[in-house]
Structures are given as C-alpha cells and as structure tokens.
C-alpha cells in the first residue's frame, strides 16, 4: 500500500524547483510547515534524503531527489492525464492546471485571464509560470505546463499556436525625449537616440530586426530583462524602448511619466495568443481555457492593453 500521496509529490517538486520551502509555499499556495511535513513523510517513507539543507542557499536536490523529483513529475502529469480522460468522459473541466506566461506582460494580463477561469470552472485549480519564450517552448515540451500565453515569436513546428490580438509595436520614452510630443516616430528617426533594450531571448531580436531591416544599428544605451526596470529607466532619459503591450498608466514603477508613440513604417506586430504542444487541445481543460480566452477578448476585457481582436 503506498503511503504517500499525489499532493506530497507536487509539493516536493515544487520544493525541487523553486529551491526553497518558502518559495515553493507562495507558488502553491500552501503553508511551509506543510510543505515542510510532506518532504519529512516522503523521505521517510522512500528512506533516503531528498534534499542537502544549506543554511545560506535554500534546499539543493540530492543525486537522489534528482531521480525522484523526475518521476514524481511523470507520475503527476499520468494522474494529470486521468483527469483529462475523466473530463472527457464526464464533459466536466477539473483538476490542476497548469499556466505558462510570457513575463514581459504576465502582470497585465494573467491574473485576469486566471480569476475568470477559476470562477467559471472552479473545479480547476491553476497553478502558473512566468518564463521568457525559450522556457515556454521547453516547459511545453516537457509537460510541466499545459499552455502558455504569449506572442507568436519564432513558434516552433511541433508546438501549436492560437492567435488573439494583433499587437503592433510602440516606442516608449520620458516626456524629456526629443520625440516624445510626436503622434508617430518612425525606426529612422528612433535609430539616433539612445535606447534601453528589453534584453530577453528572441524579444530582444524581434526589435532589434526593425533597425536590420533598414541596415543600421540602434545605439543602445543600456539594456535590461525586467519590465518595470526598463520603464523606469526609458523615464528617467536613459533612452526610448520598444514594446508591443500598452501599460495601463503613462507613470514608470518609480513614479514618473512616460509616452507610448506609435511606430510608423513597416514594423511586423506581434500576435499575443495561447501555445500549447500539438494534439493537447484534446484535453477537457486546455480546450475550455482557449474558449475563454477568446471570450475574454470579444468582451473587450484585455482593450487597455491596446492592439485588434483577432477572434
């Protein structure tokens, strides 16, 4: 008879993840001392140690806890895959779920996309990520999520793509920058200024391909992988940047204003939509996730993010 349980087994992956009790605690939303029981029940019950506790640096995975973290993470995404067949069968949408977001814009849009689900379906019980696209593609690939909301970035063959919003490019600046009061700037008239460049894989090639495609170089001024900082730093003059979702206030985190101008000329938009790994749209949940999603944006739900409905 076993002696653990499914729900011991997600908290010790999420351990083995995050690397930390407390971490592991705010992802899944369950107390530490809980999580912390459960690594005790397990360990005790599979008699060897999962984790070396180092006092300064969190939990590291023993050779061991390697090996059995992998298989804990097969065994949930089998009792994952029971749910779905269960689902199917019952046509009801339950059990956990698990949400991919790129994090460029996982503030503006995620926790809307995920309260109105859970409401709708509260049977589900959503678990998410917020990882650039290159960590999308692989938490795919491997099963640890089953979608992922983010744009339509070098997608590869095997993984399948259902685009929502058209999201054309804009330039962000202080209200200082020489540009700021114009309605539209163009990539020529960007190329001569500082920029702060939101470094992030393949995000930071899809800018930087406006400036290859007239054959020029942009100066960049300084370059960064966090949202917020990039904001704050196009405010305080450091230079403009490039994105393709609206904030929802024209004031950096550090409380100054910014401009969002559109870009003219022939700049590629980005497709914000839902990827998932080919064949999943199968599953019960994955299917009802996609429905509202599209929902979401025919009720005119994600407009102060700005760019076209495209369902």
């Given amino acids: 008879m076993l002696r653990y349980t499914l729900r011991q087994l997600e ?4 351990v083995g993840e995050t690397g930390s009790i407390a971490r592991a605690s705010e992802r899944i939303n369950v107390s530490s001392p ?3 029981a459960a690594i005790a029940q397990l360990e005790k019950e599979f008699g060897l140690p999962l984790f070396v506790r180092q006092h300064a640096h969190g939990l590291s995975l023993t050779q061991g806890g390697r090996l059995m973290m992998e298989q804990a993470r097969r065994a949930l995404r089998e ?4 749910m779905d067949i269960a689902g199917d069968i019952s046509g009801l949408v339950r059990g956990p779920f698990s949400v991919g977001c790129l994090l460029t814009f996982a503030q503006l849009v995620l926790p809307t996309l ?10 589900v019980r959503i678990r998410q990520s917020e990882l650039n696209q290159v960590e999308l593609f692989s938490a795919l690939r491997r099963s640890e999520i089953d979608v992922a909301l983010t744009y339509d970035l070098d997608v590869p063959a095997d993984l399948q793509f259902t685009a929502l919003l058209r999201l054309p490019p804009f330039a962000l600046m202080g209200t200082g920058h020489p540009l700021a009061d114009r309605e539209k700037v163009s990539i020529d008239e960007l190329k001569d200024h500082p920029m702060v460049l939101l470094d992030l894989p393949l995000s930071a090639d899809y800018f930087l391909s406006f400036f290859d495609a007239l054959g020029v170089k942009p100066i960049i001024a300084e370059r960064t992988r966090d ?6 730093l196009v405010a305080n003059d450091f230079g403009y940047s490039i994105a393709n979702v609206r904030p929802f206030s024209e004031i950096s985190p550090d409380g100054n204003p910014i401009r969002c101008v559109p870009i003219s000329g022939l700049v590629r938009p980005m497709r914000m939509g839902l990827l998932t790994a080919q ?3 199968r599953s019960n949940a994955v299917r009802a996730f996609i429905e509202y999603g599209k929902e979401l944006v025919r009720s005119g739900r994600l ?6 409905a495209l369902v």
Avoid at 79 to 82: M, V
Wanted: a negative charge.
């Fill in 11 to 14: 908290y010790f992956v999420a």
């Fill in 34 to 36: 809980s999580i912390s």
């Fill in 79 to 82: 009792a994952g895959a029971l």
């Fill in 114 to 123: 995920r309260r109105g689900f859970e409401a709708q379906y509260p049977d």
């Fill in 227 to 232: 949202m917020a900082v990039m904001r704050s």
């Fill in 279 to 281: 064949d999943a749209d």
């Fill in 303 to 308: 407009n102060r993010i700005g760019g076209e």
